[in-house]
């Protein structure tokens, strides 16, 4: 067809061919859009499809198995009308199946005991029916697993049944550790209850502070010493053992023990039944749980009344014949008044080294002098005669005891003390006193390094004894405090010290109240430090310490 007769058509029916042109654009339009549908319709086929297969194989690597009933769909028109089974791959794993994931749940069945089993199938049941959940553990009859069950009822938002599936995980290593920690639990309480009687049962009270010195634990002896109170009100409001004066003497004790880090003993009165006892006191601190940092104690009061008792009986019978045994010291013997030995002890013949043979021949006394000059155990004399007249002299003029040295040649030192015997003569007693003598020679000699390097230091230094008098003193204090160096030699008691201070504190308004202030922590056995701001402007820091006598050392710091 020629293209001229293709225009005479055209120009003959020009409406026709714009008909046509525009259904065929029409139809073009539409199979586009159709194609287009289309690829969309397989773009989304595709990613379902790779959506199920990715849940399908999170569902295959979970650590559960699970057996599912799937219902068919209720909304649609499905041609599934009966409920299928599904059986996991790792279900079959733990249950071991044969058939694997084609197990049916008769399969599953078989491999539990019969009565599981039937309270299985009871459960399924319920499940099924009513959508009722369940949760169990059983065991499996062949390998002893332990497997946990977890029914469950799944539902679509639009209210339609999916499935119902059963979860089965293996819980043995867990099912095993609760069961080690169940027994570990039932004897770490018998232990428990076999320690609470043993405290229970010591005749005396026995206590357990923590790091804050309240008592955490306490026998059943404890209570018996506070009235009117059960363990747990005790325990509760932290009750302490009073003393016979009302005072907290054993949380004193335990504060000490905690702070020194050392066990403390203490001897207490105690009011029991209306009677004073004696008791001793002791607390003892611990490392609480291996903790460097956590000091807890252990404390217990046990009675010594009956000692205390026989301490004093036997302090009157000593006093009796200390008078006597006191002045003797280790080596004795008795001169009778005709100056014959008539008593010995066996120390003084090993001092002496004499025999017994001629001891026992009651010499007299210038023959022993005689005997021990021989042996170089007398000190040098220019007439010996004369020495031994002097000595016999004495045996009339001694009326109490006394006391004097012997300076052997040798470089010994004998302390011999004599005195009057109640029937004649004179009582002797000898004692090598040499090393003595050189220990406290070094002792003084110490004593002397450590006042001077105490006395040389920068910072004041007062020491008070345990009876409460200034013992010593250093320049540094009377440069600090501008005190009357008179004073400080008449050995005044801390009340005069801090009275000597009071010039200082000319700005204060109550001086008594801050002077008992400063003595209260001066003497107070947990204040370790405190500052004093004097009317001068200069700050002093206050520092505190009991030494190992019961001595004060107050040592004090310009900030």
Same mark, same amino acid.
């Given at each position: ?339 014959? %030995?008539? #008593?010995? +002890? !066996? *120390?003084?013949?090993?001092? @002496? $080294?004499?025999?017994?043979?001629? =001891?026992? &021949?009651? /010499? ?105 008098? %200034?013992? #010593?003193? +250093? !320049? *540094?204090?009377?440069?600090? @405090? $501008?005190?009357?160096?008179?004073? =400080?030699? &008449?050995? /005044? ?67």
């Amino acid at each position: 067809m020629s293209f001229e007769l293709l225009q005479d058509m055209f120009y003959a029916a020009p409406e026709l061919w714009y008909a046509l042109a525009a259904m065929f654009v029409l139809l073009l339009g539409l199979w586009l859009f159709n194609v287009i549908k289309v690829l969309k319709l397989k773009q989304r086929n595709y990613f379902l499809n790779r959506d199920r297969e990715r849940y399908a194989e999170t569902l295959y690597a979970s650590k559960d198995g699970y057996f599912a009933f799937i219902y068919p769909d209720e909304k649609v028109n499905d041609p599934r009308k009966t409920i299928r089974e599904r059986c996991s791959r790792r279900l079959a794993v733990i249950l071991n199946l044969e058939k694997g994931t084609n197990s049916s749940f008769e399969d599953v069945l078989r491999t539990f005991y019969k009565d599981d089993a039937k309270k299985l199938v009871k459960y399924v049941s319920l499940l099924m029916d009513d959508g009722v959940s369940f949760e169990e553990e059983f065991v499996l009859k062949s390998s002893g697993k332990h497997i946990k069950l977890a029914g469950s009822r799944i539902n679509g938002l639009d209210g339609n049944i999916y499935c119902d599936m059963i979860w089965f995980r293996d819980v043995s290593f867990e099912s095993g550790r609760i069961e080690l920690l169940e027994k570990e639990k039932n004897t770490a309480q018998e232990k428990v209850l076999l320690l609470r009687d043993l405290i229970d049962n010591i005749p005396y009270p026995v206590w357990l502070r923590n790091e804050d010195l309240k008592p955490v634990l306490v026998n059943k002896k404890y209570v018996d010493f506070v009235p009117d109170s059960s363990q747990e009100e005790i325990l509760e409001a932290g009750i302490e053992i009073p003393s016979a004066g009302g005072e907290s003497v054993l949380r004193n004790l335990a504060l000490k023990a905690h702070g020194t880090n050392k066990v403390k003993k203490e001897t207490v009165s105690v009011v029991k039944d209306g009677k004073r006892h004696s008791f001793e006191a002791i607390e003892t601190p611990f490392h609480a749980g291996q903790s460097l940092d956590k000091i807890c104690t252990a404390g217990a009061l046990i009675e010594v009344t009956e000692l205390d008792d026989l301490k004093r009986n036997l302090k009157l019978h000593q006093n009796a014949h200390l008078e006597i045994l006191g002045a003797l010291g280790t080596a004795f013997a008795v001169f009778d008044d005709k100056f014959k %030995l008539s #008593f010995y +002890n !066996k *120390a003084f013949a090993n001092f @002496w $080294k004499l025999e017994d043979v001629w =001891l026992e &021949s009651s /010499p007299t006394y210038a023959m022993f002098l005689d005997v021990i000059r021989e042996k170089r155990m007398l000190p040098e004399v220019p007439d010996f005669r004369l020495y031994k007249n002097d000595e016999q002299k004495e045996f009339s003029s001694i009326i109490e005891p006394k006391e004097d040295m012997l300076h052997l040649p040798d470089g010994r030192t004998f302390r011999r003390v004599r005195a009057p015997h109640p029937m004649g003569g004179l009582v002797f007693a000898f004692e090598d006193v040499t090393d003595r003598l050189a220990t406290r020679r070094a002792y003084n000699s110490l004593l002397s390094v450590q006042k001077e390097i105490l006395d040389n230091l920068f910072d004041p230094v007062l020491i008070f004894g345990a009876n409460g008098r %200034l013992v #010593f003193y +250093n !320049k *540094a204090y009377l440069s600090l @405090w $501008k005190v009357d160096e008179v004073l =400080l030699q &008449s050995e /005044p008691g801390i009340d005069e010290i801090i009275e000597a201070q009071a010039k200082f504190f000319a700005n204060v308004d109550d001086w008594a109240g801050l002077k008992k202030d400063i003595i209260k922590h001066l003497t107070s056995l947990t204040t370790k430090s405190f500052s004093l701001k004097r009317s001068d402007g200069a700050s002093i820091e206050v520092l505190t310490a009991v030494l190992s006598d019961g001595s004060i050392m107050i040592t004090y710091k310009q900030i």
